[in-house]
């Protein structure tokens, strides 16, 4: 079995990519969603372990120093620390099972830099509008949280043209299957489809 592949998803906040992602994992069998850690305060219903791994500073500084690569990629976003687990992505992705990382900009440039060779996918809103519109209909953050997230959007849709892939989520069905068909074709490439068995063709 070979490994799975690693799939790095940002966006600005707000944009829609978290319903984007449940849905295509509801639709596709054969994804992991790596959990990350962060120093930021649970939302109502964000659970530890399922959205987050919810740390203080010091837990996060203690394994971002681990000797043994404790993080994949770190950043510090809108006033808080992120970052995604070595352990947690290697034992995912031996699974054979695909990964997605939800990451910003910073921590994909850090991933696109390193020897995991990802998918690399920029999730933008229809406008700045749209964005704000969305944001504010959630209900999940204050003002000032609202602020300092659509002031730090333009400058990532600034770096959208650093990922391989760019999927404007206008219409929520169409962004999901976009999304979707990337990462089937991924499936598809030779790396996953021969890999072990090249004696299905070669025993004649
Ligand atoms: P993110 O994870 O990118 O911060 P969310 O998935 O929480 O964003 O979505 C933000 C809000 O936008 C939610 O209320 C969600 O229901 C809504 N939303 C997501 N996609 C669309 C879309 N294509 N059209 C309209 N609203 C959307
Ligand atoms: P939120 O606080 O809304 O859940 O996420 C805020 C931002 O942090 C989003 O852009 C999200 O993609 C990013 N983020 C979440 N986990 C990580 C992580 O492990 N590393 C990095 N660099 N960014 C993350």
Redesign the pocket.
Known sequence: MSNGSLFVLS?P????????VSLVMQRLNGISFSISHTTRSARDKEVHGKDYYFVNHEEFIRIRDEENRGFIEWAEVHGNYYGTSCQEVDRLLATGSDVLLDIDVQGALQVMHSTYHPVTIFIAPPSLDELER??R??MTDDEHTIEVRLRNARGEIRQATKYQYLIV????DE?VQSLESIIISERCRTRRTLHGEPARYTHR
Not at 13 to 20: A, D, I, Y
């Open positions: 966006a906040s707000g944009c829609g990519k978290t319903t984007m969305r944001l209909g959630r989520n206008d219409n929520l962004a």
